[in-house]
């Protein structure tokens, strides 16, 4: 049982999150994440917008993007940032996790 006072149930399926008994947990269907593509310093970043959870949640998730696009990046800000133009590979594994994922911006 994870530290975090967290329980929940998993799933084949959705290999996820199906009950938690915290209050505010938000499951990943419920979630409209937004990915957008900009330039920081003249080169391309992939930014997701709008997480909700808590701090530990999306640093992990944002070290699994990096790990499975196979690029730097970090967590700031209530944002994943990776580098480069990763948005189809990011909205795809986001996808297969269950979250509701829009492209956002040019």
Not at 23 to 50: C, M
Not at 80 to 105: P, S
């Amino acid at each position: 049982m994870p530290s975090s006072n967290r329980s929940f149930v998993m799933t084949k399926k959705h290999s996820g999150i199906v009950y938690s008994t915290n209050s505010n947990f938000i499951k990943p269907d419920q979630q409209d994440l937004r990915v957008w593509k900009e330039y920081h310093g003249g080169k391309a970043v992939t930014i997701v917008r709008e997480y909700v959870g808590s701090a530990t949640d999306l640093e992990s998730l944002g070290k699994e993007l990096k790990i499975k696009c196979g690029v730097g990046g970090t967590v700031k800000n209530g944002e994943i940032i990776i580098q480069g133009d990763q948005r189809e590979k990011v909205m795809k594994l986001l996808e297969e996790k269950g979250f509701k994922v829009k492209k956002a911006g040019g």
